[in-house]
C-alpha cells in the first residue's frame, strides 16, 4: 500500500488490486455526529446528503449520470466518527472518481432550495427508523449510557434540530470541516500508484488546507451505577438490549473484547459497510446457547464497533413470542455474570481466533470492502491499527480476555433497555 | 473476462456449475433445489419455510450440536434462503476447509433428521418472525401488495412465512414427507466458485452426492393469471408508526418472455437508474416527500410483479401515489428518451464487471442462469441482448407493464382512508 501526504495535508492510500478491471474511491472526513452540539444535531449527515446535489463544476442536472456512464455505484455515510463518500466503477473512471472528490471537498454549492427539500427526506428517513422499535431502542439506550459525550445522540440528529436547522448552519459546518488536512483519500484496484498519485495530485492540490477543526473535548464520566430504560409503544414484539461503555480502538482491551464477543455471540469481523450483511457464525456461541436454544429469545446479537473514543458494546435480543423480558434479561445477565467471573476457555478462544481469521479474509472480497476498511481505520486510528488486526487477534489471550471482561461487564457500567410493547390497537 | 464456467451433470442428475477465482482464499458455495415455497402442500402454506429453519439441525450422523461446531469452528455461517422457486443453502468458506464443507452442506440437503425438540424450538422463532412482520409496515404493504396480485391462493400470493396459526399445526411427518417428495439430485444444482480448481470442485461434488438418488416429484403447475381490471387500493392502517409504506405494482411477465430485456431498461429508467430513477427524481430529488423510493421488476417462471416502494410521510401519501400516477402517465403516453435508454444500457453492460466481483456474487448470477436456463455463456452475451433493445421495444414494454388505471395501490402506516380499513377504489 502507498501512503503520502500532499502539501495541503490531504493523507493518500493507495493499493494495487488487480483481480477485476475495477477501482474504488473513498474520500473520508474526520467529521461526525460526535462533533456536533445541541441546536444541530444531525448536521454531519445532513451535509453529506448535501453533497450529492451539485458543486460549481457540476451542475445540479448533471449529478446523475457521472459514475452511472461507467457501470459504476455511488454511495455515502455517516457516522459517529467519520463521514465517507465513494465510487466504485470500471477503472478507466478513476479520475472522473477524483474529479468528483475534489469537487465535493470544495465546491458544493448547499443551494437553499436543495437545502429545504432536503430537510424533509431525511426527516422522512428519520421517520422510517422509527418504524423499527430495535433502532428505537437502541436510540434510547445510547442516549441513556451517555450522559455527557455528543455519542448520545443520534447521527440522523433529534427532530426538532432537523426542523430548525438553517442553510447558514450547514454550509458553515462544510466549510469548517470539507478541508483536505481534515480528508483521507483511498483508492483501491486495478491502477498504476504512480499514475494515480499524478492524478491525484492533479485534482486535489489546489485546495488550500483549513484551520484545524473545532473538537468536542467532553470525555464521558465514568458510569458509577446500572442505567435502566423502558419504552412502553404499541408494538407485537419485546426487545431486549444491554450496553456497557467499551474500549475504543486504540485500547489494548479492543481486541480482547472482540474475541470476547466472538464467544458469546459469534465473530462479526470489523467491516462496518459489509460485516453485518452476513449474520455470525454463533450457533455454538454462549449467548446463543443460553437464549435461543432455550426457546426465550428468536436471536440475540452483539456488537463491538471500532471507534476512535470508548462506546458501547450493546447486546440485543428479541423476545420469542409470550416471554417476558425479564426472563430473557436474567438468563443474559447470568451468561455474563459467569464470563465476568470465570472467563473464557482455551477452546472457545481457539474458535473465536479461527471465526476471526476468517471475517477478515471474507472482509476483503472486493475492492470496495478493502478501500472501506483502510479508510475507515486511517479516520478512527490510523491504518496500521487494521493492518495489524491478524497479530492483534493472535495475540490475544485467555488472560487478556478475562482482565478485559472484568473491566467491561460490571453492572455499574451498564445500561439495560426494554422495548416492551403495548397491545395494538 | 467471461466466466466460462464448467458445467457437469452427475448421473444421478445433480448439475454442478465450477468457477475458478484468485480474489480471496474463500470459496463460496450455493447449493439450490427446485423445491422454493410454490411446493408448500396445499393449505400448508409456511412448510417451506419451517423446513429451512430446521433442516440444518441434525443429519443421520451429526447432532445440531456437531453441526453447529463444525461450521462455528471455521467461522461459516450458512444461509438457508427460500424464495417462490428455489430453496438454497449457502455459504462462503476458507479454501482450505472446501471439502469437509461441502461435505457438511450435502449431508445437511440429503440425509437432515429433522428431530422434533429442533421444530419446536424452530416454530417458535417463526411465530415471533411473523409477528414481527406484522408490526412492520414495509412487510405488510409487500405482502397485501401480492395477495391483491395473485390472489385465490396463487402461492406468489401467500406469505412465505405462512400464518400462526398453520405454523403452530405444522408436524414433523409433514416435514418429511416434503423433504422425501422434494429434495432430490434432478432438482438441484450445486455451484462452486473461488480458489479451488475446477476439477477438484467436480471430484469432491461427485463424491459428496454421487450416492444420492431419489427421483423428484413432478414440478407444481402454477395456476393460470387472470389480469386484474381496474385500479384497487387497499389501507393498512398501523397507527403506531411514524411513516407510511406505500406498495405500488402490476403483474407483468416471464422471465422467459422476448420483451424481458426491454422491460428490464424501461424499469431502469423508471425506477431505478441513479437513486430510483424518475421516480426518484419527482418524489425524492424534487419534491423532498421520501428517503426511499424505486421500482423492481421480478419476472418469474410465472408473470412475476413490478413493485414501486416508498416510504412516506403520513401527510404525503396522496401526492406521492399522485406523483407516482404522473410518472406512470408520462412514461407511457411520451415514452422515454433515446438518450435515457442509452444511459440505462451503459449503466447496465458496464456494472456487470462490479456485478460479478465476488464469488458469492458469480455463484449467485451462475445459479440464476442455471434456473432460467440463460446458458453458460449469458455474461458474455447479456450485453448484446441489452443492446438490442430498441427505443420503440422500450416504450412498447412501457406500454404493457404499466397503467394508472389497473394498479394495485397497497398503503401500510399511521393513514386512514375513509372509515378504518375499508377497502376504497375498484
Same mark, same amino acid.
Given at each position: ?15 494495487? &488490486? ?6 474504488? @474511491? ?68 478513476? +479520475? ?6 475534489? &469537487? ?37 439506550? #445510547?442516549? #441513556?449510557?451517555?450522559?455527557?459525550? #455528543? ?9 426538532? +434540530? ?25 483508492? @483501491?484496484?486495478?491502477?498504476?500508484? +504512480? ?54 480502538? &486504540? ?11 466472538? @464467544? ?53 435480543? #428479541? ?58 481505520? &486511517?479516520?478512527?486510528?490510523? @491504518? ?35 422495548? +416492551? ?5 | 473476462? !467471461?466466466?466460462? !464456467?464448467?458445467?457437469?451433470?452427475? !448421473? ?146 401467500? !406469505? ?267
Amino acid at each position: 500500500m502507498r501512503r503520502t501526504t500532499l502539501e495541503n495535508g490531504l493523507k493518500v492510500l493507495i493499493q494495487e &488490486e488487480h483481480t477485476a478491471p475495477l477501482a474504488s @474511491v473513498w474520500c473520508w472526513y474526520r467529521v461526525g455526529s460526535k462533533d456536533e452540539h445541541p441546536g444541530i444535531t444531525g448536521v454531519s449527515h445532513w451535509c453529506e446528503h448535501m453533497n450529492f446535489k451539485g458543486t460549481e463544476n457540476i451542475p445540479r442536472d448533471q449529478v446523475k449520470g457521472l459514475i452511472e456512464q461507467y457501470g459504476g455505484s455511488w454511495n455515502g455515510y455517516t457516522w459517529i466518527d467519520q463521514t465517507t463518500y465513494l465510487e466504485t466503477a470500471t477503472r478507466d473512471a478513476l +479520475d472522473r472518481m477524483l474529479f468528483i472528490e475534489a &469537487e465535493r471537498m470544495a465546491r458544493c454549492l448547499y443551494h437553499p432550495d436543495d437545502c429545504e427539500s432536503e430537510r424533509t427526506v431525511i426527516i422522512s428517513e428519520l421517520q422510517g427508523g422509527e418504524n423499527d422499535p430495535d433502532q428505537l431502542l437502541d436510540q434510547e439506550l #445510547t442516549a #441513556t449510557a451517555f450522559k455527557a459525550h #455528543t455519542y448520545r445522540h443520534p447521527t440522523i440528529g433529534w427532530l426538532s +434540530d432537523l426542523q430548525t436547522m438553517t442553510r447558514a448552519d450547514l454550509y458553515g459546518y462544510y466549510r469548517r470541516y470539507y478541508v483536505p488536512n481534515n480528508a483521507t483519500l483511498v483508492i @483501491v484496484g486495478d491502477v498504476d500508484p +504512480d499514475e494515480a498519485l499524478r492524478r491525484v495530485d492533479h485534482h486535489f492540490r489546489a485546495i488550500q488546507p483549513g484551520a484545524e477543526p473545532d473538537r468536542i473535548r467532553t470525555a464521558e464520566p465514568e458510569q458509577t451505577g446500572e442505567r435502566r430504560l423502558t419504552i412502553r409503544k404499541e408494538g407485537t414484539t419485546a426487545y431486549l438490549k444491554v450496553g456497557y461503555h467499551a474500549p475504543s480502538v &486504540e485500547d489494548a482491551d479492543f481486541y480482547p473484547v472482540l474475541a470476547l464477543d466472538a @464467544v458469546l455471540t459469534g465473530a462479526k469481523g470489523l467491516n462496518l459497510w459489509s460485516s453485518f450483511r452476513v449474520p455470525p457464525p454463533q450457533r455454538s456461541a454462549r449467548l446463543y446457547r443460553a437464549l435461543v436454544e432455550r426457546g426465550l429469545a428468536s436471536c440475540v446479537f452483539g456488537a463491538l464497533m471500532p471507534t476512535a473514543e470508548p462506546f458501547l458494546y450493546t447486546v440485543s435480543a #428479541t423476545a420469542t413470542d409470550a416471554t417476558p423480558l425479564a426472563a430473557v434479561e436474567s438468563a443474559l445477565l447470568e451468561e455474563l455474570d459467569r464470563v465476568w467471573r470465570d472467563g473464557i476457555t482455551d477452546a472457545e478462544l481457539a474458535k473465536a481466533k479461527a471465526q476471526l481469521r476468517a471475517r477478515l479474509v471474507f472482509d476483503s472480497d472486493s475492492v470496495t470492502n478493502i478501500a472501506h476498511q483502510l479508510g475507515y481505520f &486511517e479516520t478512527i486510528a490510523n @491504518v496500521d491499527t487494521f493492518l495489524e488486526a491478524p497479530s492483534r487477534i493472535a495475540a490475544v489471550t485467555v488472560d487478556s480476555v478475562a482482565a478485559a471482561a472484568r473491566r467491561l461487564l460490571p453492572a455499574a457500567n451498564r445500561t439495560v433497555g426494554y422495548f +416492551d410493547p403495548l397491545p395494538l390497537g | 473476462m !467471461p466466466l466460462n !464456467p464448467v458445467r457437469a451433470t452427475l !448421473p444421478n442428475g445433480a448439475v454442478l456449475l465450477a468457477k475458478q477465482t484468485s480474489t480471496t482464499p474463500a470459496v463460496a458455495i450455493n447449493l439450490a433445489v427446485r423445491a422454493g415455497s410454490v411446493a408448500d402442500p396445499a393449505g400448508q402454506p409456511g412448510l417451506t419455510w419451517l423446513l429451512s429453519r430446521v433442516l440444518d439441525r441434525g443429519t443421520a450422523t451429526r447432532s445440531a450440536a456437531d453441526i453447529a461446531e463444525e461450521l462455528d469452528s471455521r467461522g461459516i455461517t450458512l444461509t438457508i434462503a427460500v424464495t417462490r422457486h428455489l430453496f438454497s443453502l449457502v455459504c462462503t468458506c476458507l479454501a482450505d476447509d472446501f471439502e469437509p464443507v461441502l461435505a457438511l452442506v450435502g449431508d445437511i440437503v440429503m440425509r437432515p433428521s429433522l428431530p422434533d425438540d429442533e421444530i419446536a424450538a424452530r416454530k417458535r422463532e417463526v411465530i415471533t418472525a411473523i409477528r414481527q412482520d406484522q408490526d412492520n409496515p414495509a412487510v405488510r404493504a409487500s405482502e397485501t401488495l401480492m395477495a391483491c396480485l395473485y390472489p385465490d391462493g396463487h402461492p406468489y400470493g401467500r !406469505p412465505t412465512k405462512g400464518s400462526i396459526e398453520i405454523v403452530e399445526a405444522l408436524t414433523r411427518d409433514q416435514l418429511v414427507r416434503h423433504h422425501a417428495e422434494r429434495f432430490a439430485p434432478a432438482a438441484s444444482s450445486v455451484v462452486v466458485v473461488g480458489d479451488v480448481d475446477t476439477v477438484r470442485a467436480r471430484n469432491v461434488v461427485a463424491s459428496v452426492f454421487d450416492g444420492w438418488n431419489r427421483r423428484p416429484a413432478p414440478e407444481i403447475p402454477l395456476p393460470p393469471l387472470t389480469p386484474s381490471r381496474g385500479r384497487r387500493r387497499r389501507v393498512v392502517p398501523m397507527m403506531n408508526k411514524a411513516q407510511a409504506d406505500i406498495a405500488y405494482g402490476f403483474v407483468t411477465i416471464r422471465r422467459r418472455d422476448p420483451d424481458y430485456y426491454a422491460c428490464w431498461l424501461m424499469n431502469n429508467v423508471f425506477g431505478q437508474y441513479s437513486i430510483g430513477g424518475r421516480l426518484g427524481d419527482s418524489i425524492r430529488e424534487r419534491q423532498g416527500m421520501a428517503y426511499y423510493v424505486s421500482s423492481a421488476l421480478d419476472a418469474n417462471v410465472a408473470e412475476g410483479p413490478l413493485a414501486i416502494r416508498a416510504g412516506i410521510s403520513p401527510a404525503n401519501v396522496d401526492r406521492a401515489i399522485a406523483s407516482i400516477d404522473q410518472e406512470i402517465t408520462a412514461i407511457v403516453t411520451e415514452g422515454i428518451t433515446q438518450k435515457e435508454l442509452d444511459d440505462s444500457r451503459r449503466y447496465l453492460v458496464g456494472s456487470i464487471p462490479r456485478a460479478l466481483e465476488t464469488n458469492a456474487a458469480i455463484a449467485n448470477f451462475l445459479q440464476t442462469a442455471e434456473f432460467f436456463d440463460l446458458g453458460l455463456d449469458y455474461d458474455a452475451r447479456l450485453p448484446d441482448l441489452l443492446g438490442a433493445v430498441t427505443l420503440d421495444q422500450a416504450n412498447a414494454a412501457a406500454r404493457r407493464l404499466l397503467d394508472v388505471n389497473c394498479a394495485t395501490v397497497v398503503i401500510a402506516g399511521p393513514y386512514v382512508d375513509g372509515p378504518l380499513g375499508l377497502e376504497a377504489g375498484g
